[in-house]
T-cell receptor, first 115, second 112 residues
Framework: DVKVTQSSRYLVKRTGEKVFLECVQD?????MFWYRQDPGLGLRLIYFSYDVKMKEKGDIPEGYSVSREKKERFSLILESASTNQTSMYLC??????????????FGPGTRLTVT | TQLLEQSPQFLSIQEGENLTVYCNSS?????LQWYRQEPGEGPVLLVT?????EVKKLKRLTFQFGDARKDSSLHITAAQPGDTGLYLCAGRSLYNFNKFYFGSGTKLNVKP
């Protein structure tokens, strides 16, 4: 079974703090993704990575950065948290083939509150 | 503006009823996926449809991809309380196979 784990289920941070969200997958997947999920907006892609040290901006990268030093680990960084970054953050992983293997496996999510 | 519009946003029905959820766009997708998400968990893939006009069945769930690959529907027959959850559709970009655009979801509640 594919397992995607996220470091925290709930997190409360203050405005201006630096925040790290960690994601680990155990299936040797090449691709990893960070989404945020907000009511009425669905999931929106923040960043994804298709290989170690490789990253690509998604649809809403502003205010975020990412790090992928090892294949199994993908970190999302909020350099200076703001209240509009309060959200549910979901990590996902997927095999790297272009054809087939469409399934993304999601972690349980981290609910981040910035006060 | 959402690339994929889902309707209805909320649905509350009695056990045994049938329902259909719609996922519409003006854009063409290379494939379309349906996920179900339960509270406190990440989405779990139900099905992927690839070919225009394709119909897939998963027990009481029937998924259809529109002929033009711009829309999809999910039909549930004889809904059960275990079907309760948030249903999300996701379209795969024609131009970047790593990009999926998600709808805002349909929250289904099936009452016993």
């Amino acid at each position: 079974d594919v397992k995607v784990t996220q470091s925290s289920r709930y997190l409360v941070k203050r405005t201006g703090e630096k925040v790290f969200l960690e994601c680990v997958q155990d299936m040797d997947h090449e691709n990893m993704f960070w989404y945020r999920q907000d009511p009425g907006l669905g999931l929106r892609l923040i960043y994804f990575s298709y290989d170690v040290k490789m990253k690509e901006k998604g649809d809403i990268p502003e205010g975020y950065s990412v790090s992928r030093e090892k294949k199994e680990r993908f970190s999302l960084i909020l350099e200076s948290a703001s209240t509009n970054q309060t959200s549910m953050y979901l990590c996902a992983s997927r095999l790297g083939t272009s054809g087939g293997a469409y399934e993304q496996y999601f972690g349980p999510g981290t609910r981040l509150t910035v006060t | 503006t959402q690339l994929l519009e889902q309707s209805p946003q909320f649905l509350s029905i009695q056990e045994g009823e049938n329902l259909t959820v719609y996922c519409n766009s003006s854009s063409v997708f290379s494939s379309l996926q349906w996920y179900r998400q339960e509270p406190g968990e990440g989405p779990v893939l139900l099905v992927t449809v690839v070919t225009g006009g394709e119909v897939k069945k998963l027990k009481r769930l029937t998924f259809q991809f529109g002929d033009a690959r711009k829309d999809s529907s999910l039909h549930i027959t004889a809904a059960q309380p275990g079907d309760t959850g948030l249903y999300l559709c996701a379209g795969r970009s024609l131009y970047n196979f790593n990009k999926f655009y998600f709808g805002s979801g349909t929250k289904l509640n099936v009452k016993p």
